[in-house]
């Protein structure tokens, strides 16, 4: 069965902190994997996208690894501000061919920075 | 500003009644979704079109109904709305099915 994972379900760090938040998933024909930022009663925004071939990608504080082996992912914060407040979302893409895919959605961790 | 615009922001409805979420997007993308967003659970497709004039099913498709009349306008109907279907609804466009979507800020229904 398709399944994305993520973890910690939720986090509280201080301001200026790092964090990784992470994502294990079994999802086959695997074709990219992207994270997303969703700020309360927002629309996710897209993070970043990697294909196979990429283990590493990233988007200003943002920095996003992937290991194809173990099937696992992580998104790093660095130097985390109040805005990064968020639930951030792991979303894995399923290839099926020509234009079919299928995106499986994780729960999210949810992240408070507390200054 | 482009991007994905929903109507309504939020609605209470009586169960039983009919009901059409809008989402209409300006950045001439080929492909739109609906999702649904419940507590403790990712996003689920409930449609999809991959271009103007095709739809899809997509995971929990029951309940529900789209048209994609033309490239920037996906509405998502709800026949006969039931409590079940009580949710955070979100709909998104990419230029393809592999690209990143981008997603509108929701239409929040309460269904009673």
């Known amino acids: 069965k398709n399944q994305v994972e993520q973890s910690p379900q939720s986090l509280i760090i201080l301001e200026g902190k790092n964090c990784t938040l992470q994502c294990n998933y079994t999802v086959s024909p695997f074709s990219n994997l992207r994270w997303y930022k969703q700020d309360t009663g927002r629309g996710p925004v897209s993070l970043t996208i990697m294909t196979f071939s990429e283990n590493t990608k990233s988007n200003g504080r943002y920095t996003a690894t992937l290991d194809a082996d173990t099937k696992q992912s992580s998104l790093h914060i660095t130097a985390s501000q109040l805005s990064d407040s968020a639930s951030y979302i792991c979303?894995?893409?399923?290839?099926?061919?020509?234009?079919?895919?299928?995106?499986?959605f994780g729960t999210g961790t949810l992240l408070a920075v507390q200054p | 500003i482009a991007g994905i615009t929903q109507a309504p922001t939020s609605q209470i409805l009586a169960a039983g009644r009919r009901m059409t979420l809008r989402c209409t997007q300006d950045?001439?993308?080929?492909?739109m979704y609906w999702y649904r967003q419940d507590l403790g659970l990712g996003l689920r497709l409930i449609h999809y079109s991959n271009t103007a004039g095709t739809t899809g099913k997509g995971e929990v498709p029951d309940g529900y109904s789209v048209s994609r009349a033309n490239t920037d306008d996906f509405p998502l109907t709800l026949a006969s709305a039931v409590p079940s279907q009580t949710s955070v609804y979100f709909c998104?466009?990419?230029?393809?099915?592999?690209?990143?979507?981008?997603f509108g800020d929701g239409t929040r229904l309460s269904i009673l």
């Open positions: 998104a466009s990419s230029e393809g099915p592999h690209q990143p979507q981008h």
């Open positions: 950045m001439r993308h080929n492909a």
């Open positions: 979303v894995v893409s399923a290839e099926y061919g020509g234009a079919t895919n299928k995106l499986i």
